[in-house]
């Protein structure tokens, strides 16, 4: 079960008592009794989700691997790298990395600007994000296959790209299976990715599993949401997986979990963050999405992930000192 974040406020403590103050506002008596048995019903919610805090509480002693994602990061067309938005964000990973030997860097699609050539990622990704490409695991966007089959992106990160050149590819980090979906082929080969997919879930079916490719599935983003990869996500779905990560808008946005067509599912439900602040420009947001719980274009940022045995937390580290954060935990389903 998520943390839950409150927008609102209390109001401050009357001097008076409460049917005092009751009686100067004039609030019907039927308004009151309402707000009377909402309370009463909001305490009996709370002592329901006691044995979910203790279970969060046990969640919390065990340390789990951390992975850092973000897409749409590395432009220097209007300065040089050590300036770039890139640099800024790379700052934020390399101490997590030199903490922990385990942890692992998801680059989540238009890694390059403006379209991917092998010389975008050796002038401007190598020096920023090139400083961990050990142990980065990428997914290809759209601006990589700028270039025709994005030949700069496999040329640059070689075998780390997937064995067939097609952009996909799974591996286990901690006790997670992590799988890199490719969001911009041809038909075709599409659907030998899904193929693909259907067979590497049903071997995997012991681990959580986390997701990532670059188009959303939801955005409020000026993209907006994607579907070419919905069948992904209703595979994922069935297979009972937990998380899904995204860029393309260059933004930041989380969901709260959610079934295969998109309604709200807090008991098997996927979660959905789109981390599309790697670098490259904020842009802005259209209509809010429905089930979008907090979203923002303010800041540069990577999400920090720690995966668990029994759950996973998040944090997005943003690259201002006092800029937007989000944070929070989940147990697994």
Known sequence: MPLIHYNGYLP??????????????????????????????????????APEEAARAALMTDKGVAVYAAGDIADCRNRKPEDSGAAKTAALIVPGLAADSRAAVLALGDNTYPVGLLSEFTDCYEPTWGKFKQRTYPAPGNHEYYTPNAVGYYAYFGAAAGPT?????????????????????????????????????????????????????F?????????QMIEAW???????????????????????????????????????????????????????????????????GVLKLTLKNKGYEWEFLPVDKDGFTDHGSALRH
């Open 165 to 217: 050149r097609y952009g996909y590819y799974s591996m286990d980090i901690g006790g997670w299976h992590v799988i890199s979906l490719n969001s911009y082929l041809k038909p075709e080969q599409h659907r030998a990715q899904m193929e693909w997919l259907k067979s590497d879930l049903e071997k995997n079916k012991a681990f959580c599993t986390l997701a990532y490719w670059h188009h959303p599935v």
């Open 12 to 49: 401050e403590q009357q001097q008076s008592s409460p049917m005092t103050a009751f009686h100067r506002l004039r609030i019907p008596l039927h308004i009151l009794f309402a707000f009377a048995l909402s309370c009463t019903q909001a305490a009996c919610q709370s002592n329901k989700g």
């Open 219 to 227: 955005s409020s983003g000026g993209h907006g949401s994607n579907a």
């Open 234 to 300: 209703k595979m994922l779905y069935a297979s009972g997986a937990e998380l899904v990560l995204s860029g393309h808008d260059h933004d930041y946005e989380r969901f709260a979990p959610q079934d295969a067509e998109g309604h709200r599912d807090a008991q098997r439900g996927m979660r959905q963050f789109v981390v599309g602040t790697g670098g490259a420009k904020l842009t802005p947001f259209r209509f809010r999405k429905l089930n979008s719980e907090i979203s923002d274009n303010s800041t540069h």
